[in-house]
Nanobody
């Protein structure tokens, strides 16, 4: 019932910015975490950031801390990932996902997220 749709990916130059969106529907949960993940060719999927619905607290991977910001618009049922100062190593397919009845803290555990979107490609290149 829960559906996630990512959008906003594209081609940007190093140092540029991009905002990803994750539109959600079918939510009946009172308590959950939403995370952003990415997977580059030949690499494991890694957690980028997450946000908790109960208190809006956030977690960021060290590689994006200070450059990326996760937020949400409750009226639009949408979660965003604002990406600034982009680097070529940020190139990947980006996914959003939901961990039901969970709270993200300290580390973003990929295997704990149960519902995933289809992903959106982000390419950082000059």
């Amino acid at each position: 019932q829960l559906q996630l749709v990512e959008s906003g990916g594209g081609l940007v130059q190093p140092g540029g910015s991009l905002r990803l969106s994750c539109a959600t529907s079918g939510f009946t949960l009172d308590y959950y975490a939403i995370g952003w993940f990415r997977q580059a060719p030949g690499k494991e999927r890694e957690g980028v950031s997450c946000i908790n619905n109960n208190d809006d607290s956030t977690v960021y991977a060290d590689s994006v801390k200070g450059r990326f910001t996760i937020s949400r618009d409750n009226a639009k049922n949408t979660v965003y990932l604002q990406m600034n100062s982009l680097k070529p190593e940020d190139t990947a397919v980006y996914y959003c996902a939901v961990d039901p009845w969970a709270y993200c803290s300290d580390y973003i555990w990929v295997n704990e997220y149960d519902y995933w979107g289809q992903g959106t490609q982000v390419t950082v290149s000059s």
